[in-house]
C-alpha cells in the first residue's frame, strides 16, 4: 500500500506549513488527486489517519477531490476528458495528444488554528 508512503509526505508539507504560519492545529486539508495516479483515495484517507496519530494533524478533516483525465490534441487543439482509455483526440482521433490533467497530487488547502 503505497499511500502511506505518500500520506507521509503530505504530513511533512503540512505539518510544515503549519510551522511557517505558526499554526497549533490542522483543521482541514483539501487534496486533489488525478485519475492515471495509483492512489485509491480511500486508502490514502485511512493511512493519513494512521500517520496523523499525535501530530497537530490528528483529526484533521480530508477531503479528496479526483481530477479526471484531460487530454489536449497537438494537432487540433481540443481538449477533452479521457474516457474507456481511448487515448485519441475526440475531434481528428489522432494519437498526438498530450495529458494535461490527471497525473497530479496536489495539496488545495489547508485550514488551521492558530
Ligand atoms: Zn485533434
Request: one cysteine or more.
Amino acid at each position: 500500500m503505497h499511500e502511506v508512503s505518500i500520506a507521509e509526505e503530505i504530513k511533512n508539507v503540512v505539518i510544515k506549513k503549519l510551522n511557517e504560519n505558526n499554526g497549533k492545529k490542522v483543521k482541514k486539508i483539501k487534496l486533489l488527486i488525478g485519475e492515471m495516479t495509483t492512489i485509491v483515495p480511500e486508502a490514502l484517507q485511512f493511512a493519513l489517519t494512521i500517520v496523523s496519530e499525535n501530530t497537530p494533524m490528528e483529526d484533521c478533516k480530508v477531503k479528496i477531490k479526483v481530477l479526471k483525465t484531460k487530454a489536449r490534441c497537438n494537432l487540433c487543439y481540443k481538449e477533452f476528458f479521457i474516457r474507456d482509455n481511448n487515448f485519441l483526440c475526440s475531434k481528428c482521433k489522432t494519437h498526438e495528444i498530450e495529458i494535461i490533467q490527471g497525473r497530479e497530487m496536489i495539496i488545495q488547502s489547508v485550514e488551521m488554528e492558530r
